[in-house]
């Protein structure tokens, strides 16, 4: 449905204005974008009055639009653009992105918005694709949009339902809307050839490739949509997390894309665990819009409380109640823990005192990690001073994913030329920590198979371009990576951590770390730290080392080692 133009421009013009929500809009308006009241309201109307809802309190009546719905269907379908290839006033948006916790009428609004671009548009021919990753989410999905047909008798007359395949044909137009899955291997290539309109059901899960592939569908219409609608998910190397990124950086102003649209109803990322118990209901309205209809508080607050010291329904609270993108399900260390030991000290600070050193060396390409572990006299806490290292083409061929360059220009995660680390610059950087700060380094702890040599080189010195250059000393430890060997130092950062024991400088990339970093068990409940996925972009090295640096705190000065170079349990 389009129109040579708004109806009245003055009105349109102040309507556009009350419409401006993000730097895209405003950038949209200069473009000469316009928001259309009247068409806004038509298309809130048309789901107002033809679609039912199915199921809950409300089912069998017609749908009854919450205030962030109508706000979001003013927006996807108000904004205008003028169209020279067509000739008309079109829709501004042709992408958009729906984020906020489960529970919240997601499922509905999508099956509403399916049907309107299937029969409202009243376009011939049009083809409307309800996706997902696998067909049992597709259908659950489509489900909303055949019952909504079934329930209406204006649209039933019209429509016909395919029980089999929940296909739905809106006979007027010859018009479709279909399940599209992303588990038919058979149809991949197929799906290159889409002409239409696609909706994907939990973006966060969504498979790159299918999602690529999808991307060209409706080329070739007047208004095409690719929508999604998502809570947040546990992997941020996912297309839907870059999806989730892209949205915000558009509506920030990063990004010139005008016609996508990002609605995004969640906790900001610097809100802890801490902030939220102590305010659990302030949290919950910010990425629940339909709290107190479809969201109830009680049930909300009973869910938090039950949540609270595990950490694996913790981080799922904070996935699908307040809607945060979590870097693991499965994470090892209490977050809530690691938030209590987060203090404000320096380097200098701790100028003079005795600690002890563990470094995780990565092979080529990814992060190494440097920890100094500081005891505190006649105290169980400690604290720890993380060093990062990453290759500047990895932090660039990553950056979409984690925001390693913020962190580079910030001062907490040094970048090194090229696309392999720079050991050189690892090494004339412990020196210089070691030294300026006369720190008296006790004992290294290191993987003998990859740091031997670079170790060495640093507490005993070495020749360079016909320089010695001095060692910074200590005692070097063999740290084999083995499950046995991590088990007992593993446990008591665990423990420690829990309690706030383990105080750090809040050093973000060691704090991403902490957030996503799993353990590997066996048998005999022995733990070592791991990645949560080999190929995320993830890595744990900030937590390896501090957990080799615990060796140290185990064992009493009379029974320390087996030998003078390796640690054994």
């Known amino acids: 449905m389009a129109r040579r133009r708004p109806k009245s421009e003055p009105d349109t013009l102040a309507a556009t204005r009350a419409m401006i929500r993000t730097a895209a809009d405003e950038r949209a308006v200069k473009a000469g974008c316009r928001f259309d009241p009247e068409m806004a309201a038509y298309v809130c109307g048309w789901i107002e009055g033809k679609c039912c809802l199915y199921e809950g309190h409300r089912a069998g009546k017609l749908f009854k639009l919450m205030p962030f719905q109508r706000e979001y269907i003013s927006q996807l379908f108000g904004w205008r653009v003028w169209s020279t290839e067509w ?41 409307v694709y309800q996706a997902a990753k696998n067909g049992e989410q597709a259908r659950i999905a489509q489900k909303h949009a055949v019952q909504m047909v079934k329930k ?53 899960v969504v498979d790159a490739q299918m999602y690529e592939r999808v991307l060209g569908a409706g080329i070739s219409r007047r208004q095409p949509l690719l929508l999604s609608w998502s809570t947040a998910g546990d992997d941020p190397s996912s297309v839907g997390y870059e999806r989730c990124q892209y949205g915000r950086q558009v509506n920030s102003g990063e990004r010139d894309d005008i016609s996508f649209l990002h609605v995004e109803y969640s906790i900001p990322d610097d809100v802890t665990e801490a902030d939220i118990a102590a305010d659990p209901e302030r949290y919950g309205r910010m990425a629940n819009p339909a709290w107190g209809e479809l969201v109830k508080p009680t049930e909300f607050r009973a869910f938090w409380e039950r949540a609270k010291g595990n950490t694996r329904l913790t981080a799922r609270a904070l996935q699908y109640r307040f809607n945060r993108w979590i870097g693991s399900a499965n994470r090892w260390l209490d977050v809530s823990g690691w938030g209590l030991g987060k203090r404000s000290f320096s380097l200098p600070d701790l100028a003079g005192r005795d600690c002890f050193g563990a470094i995780d060396l990565s092979r080529t390409r990814d992060m190494t990690a440097f920890v100094l572990t500081f005891p505190d006299e006649g105290e169980e806490s400690v604290r720890v001073w993380p060093r990062f290292w990453l290759p500047e083409q990895t932090a660039k061929e990553r950056d979409h994913l984690f925001p390693f360059l913020t962190w580079a220009k910030r001062g907490f995660l040094t970048l090194t030329p090229g696309g392999v680390v720079d050991y050189g610059r690892v090494k004339r950087d412990i020196r210089e920590m070691v030294r300026a700060n006369n720190l008296k380094l006790l004992k290294w702890f290191f993987d003998p198979h990859y740091a031997e040599e670079i170790t060495q080189q640093l507490a005993d010195g070495e020749q360079f371009e016909g320089v010695f250059i001095p060692g910074i000393g200590g005692e070097r430890v063999t740290f084999s990576q ?36 799993e353990v590997k068990d066996d048998v005999n409940q022995n733990i070592r730290p791991v990645k949560p996925k080999p190929n995320s972009g993830k890595s744990v090295d900030g937590v390896v080392a501090a957990v080799m640096s615990f060796a140290e705190l185990l064992v009493q000065p009379e029974e320390q080692y087996a030998s003078p170079t390796v640690w054994t349990l």
């Open 482 to 517: 083995t499950i046995t060997t991590f088990g007992a130092p593993a446990k008591e950062f665990e423990r420690r951590v829990s309690v706030g024991l383990v105080h750090h400088p809040d050093n973000p990339v060691m704090n991403w770390q902490v957030g996503h970093c």
């Open 87 to 127: 000739g008309c006033w079109i829709r501004r948006f042709t992408h958009g992105a729906f984020w906020a916790a489960k529970k919240n009428g997601k499922s509905p609004l999508a099956a509403a918005v399916n049907l309107y671009q299937l029969i409202g548009d009243g376009e011939e021919g049009q083809k």
């Open 152 to 204: 209406s008798e204006e649209l039933l007359a019209d429509c016909k339902i395919n029980n089999s395949t929940l296909a739905i044909t809106y006979l007027p137009t010859n018009s479709e809307l279909t399940i599209l899955t992303g588990d038919d291997e058979r149809g991949a290539k197929a799906k290159e050839g889409l002409n239409g309109s696609v909706t994907f059901d939990e973006m966060h």
